[in-house]
Protein backbone atom coordinates (compact mmCIF):
# COMPACT_ATOMS: atom_id res chain seq x y z
CA UNK A 1 0.00 0.00 0.00
CA UNK A 2 1.28 3.47 -0.88
CA UNK A 3 1.34 6.73 1.75
CA UNK A 4 -1.65 8.61 3.16
CA UNK A 5 -3.48 10.87 0.77
CA UNK A 6 -5.11 13.62 2.17
CA UNK A 7 -8.48 15.07 0.60
CA UNK A 8 -10.55 18.05 2.04
CA UNK A 9 -14.36 17.77 2.35
CA UNK A 10 -17.29 20.05 3.32
CA UNK A 11 -19.23 18.09 6.41
CA UNK A 12 -22.42 20.46 7.78
CA UNK A 13 -20.83 23.50 6.65
CA UNK A 14 -17.01 23.47 7.34
CA UNK A 15 -14.21 21.69 5.79
CA UNK A 16 -12.70 18.67 7.24
CA UNK A 17 -9.97 16.65 5.62
CA UNK A 18 -9.40 12.61 5.33
CA UNK A 19 -6.52 10.92 5.05
CA UNK A 20 -6.52 7.55 3.59
CA UNK A 21 -4.60 4.88 1.60
CA UNK A 22 -5.06 5.75 -1.87
CA UNK A 23 -6.72 2.20 -2.15
CA UNK A 24 -9.55 3.43 0.01
CA UNK A 25 -10.12 6.43 -2.13
CA UNK A 26 -10.29 4.20 -5.00
CA UNK A 27 -13.35 2.28 -3.45
CA UNK A 28 -15.26 5.03 -2.20
CA UNK A 29 -15.25 6.85 -4.92
CA UNK A 30 -16.86 3.34 -6.96
CA UNK A 31 -19.25 3.43 -3.86
CA UNK A 32 -20.46 7.17 -4.44
CA UNK A 33 -20.64 6.05 -8.04
CA UNK A 34 -22.56 3.03 -7.67
CA UNK A 35 -24.86 5.05 -4.95
CA UNK A 36 -25.24 7.79 -7.69
CA UNK A 37 -23.39 10.23 -5.11
CA UNK A 38 -20.73 12.43 -4.86
CA UNK A 39 -17.78 11.44 -2.93
CA UNK A 40 -18.42 14.44 -0.50
CA UNK A 41 -22.21 13.22 -0.07
CA UNK A 42 -20.81 9.72 0.17
CA UNK A 43 -18.68 10.76 3.29
CA UNK A 44 -21.29 12.54 4.70
CA UNK A 45 -23.18 9.66 5.35
CA UNK A 46 -20.61 7.51 6.56
CA UNK A 47 -20.26 10.52 8.93
CA UNK A 48 -24.13 10.53 10.14
CA UNK A 49 -23.75 6.75 11.16
CA UNK A 50 -20.09 6.74 12.67
CA UNK A 51 -21.21 7.36 16.24
CA UNK A 52 -17.80 8.03 18.05
CA UNK A 53 -15.59 6.37 15.41
CA UNK A 54 -12.91 8.26 14.41
CA UNK A 55 -14.13 9.52 10.62
CA UNK A 56 -11.37 8.01 8.58
CA UNK A 57 -12.06 4.82 10.84
CA UNK A 58 -15.49 4.91 9.13
CA UNK A 59 -14.75 5.59 6.01
CA UNK A 60 -12.14 2.20 5.63
CA UNK A 61 -14.83 0.37 7.19
CA UNK A 62 -17.29 1.24 4.88
CA UNK A 63 -15.38 0.72 2.32
CA UNK A 64 -14.41 -2.85 3.19
CA UNK A 65 -18.33 -3.64 3.92
CA UNK A 66 -18.45 -2.32 0.01
CA UNK A 67 -16.02 -4.47 -1.16
CA UNK A 68 -17.47 -7.68 0.68
CA UNK A 69 -20.90 -6.98 -0.42
CA UNK A 70 -22.41 -6.14 3.12
CA UNK A 71 -24.83 -3.38 2.86
Do not use: N, Y
Not at 44 to 68: M, N, Q, T
Amino acid sequence: MAGLRKRSVQLSGHATSIALEPEFWAVLEAMAAAQALSLAALIGRIDDARASHPLASACRVAALAFVEGRP
